[in-house]
């Protein structure tokens, strides 16, 4: 299960605190930042951990970019992939409902959980989700970092 919130857990990695720094610093007049002003190479150190995600209509996501550290540690070439396709399928639905609400909310949104490969299950994650609009004001695209640490194992 994934714990989420519209604000950040007071142990989030510094790394989606940077992320989330530099989506603030774009932001204009109350609204989100434009997709055309959100420039990679200002956030180059974060690149690895970072994926750049499409909006799709009817209602989905598509990674467009995927970071070094994503593909490496989920062990998939996650470019080009739905989220249907890279997540099973209750996953799939929790992340579907987050990443809509950050479409509709346009706001950012935290996450924390458990690893969701089965083989992987010693990894948590933490991430960030950041809406960008188009010309047009919508949202057409989600900025999004995860981090991987091991689990803390559980006291016998």
Not at 133 to 147: F, Q, Y
Request: some cysteine; proline content about 6%.
């Amino acid at each position: 299960m994934i714990e989420a919130a519209w604000r950040p857990h007071p142990e989030t990695d510094e790394r989606l605190l940077d992320l989330h720094g530099y989506w603030i610093k774009l932001c204009r007049d109350g609204d989100i930042p434009a997709l055309a002003n959100f420039k990679p190479a200002a956030i180059a150190r974060l690149l690895p951990s970072v994926a750049m995600i499409d909006v799709l209509e009817p209602r989905d996501f598509r990674i467009r970019l995927a970071g070094t550290e994503l593909c490496q540690t989920t062990g998939q070439d996650l470019v080009g992939q739905r989220i249907g396709e890279i997540f099973p399928p209750d996953y799939h639905g929790e992340v579907l409902e987050h990443w809509n609400s950050v479409v509709e909310r346009r706001q950012a949104k935290w996450a924390r959980a458990r690893m969701w490969l089965p083989e992987k299950a010693y990894l948590n994650w933490q991430g960030v989700v950041l809406p960008l609009r188009g010309d047009d004001g919508a949202v057409i695209r989600l900025a999004a970092a995860a981090v991987f640490h091991a689990a803390a194992s559980k006291a016998a």
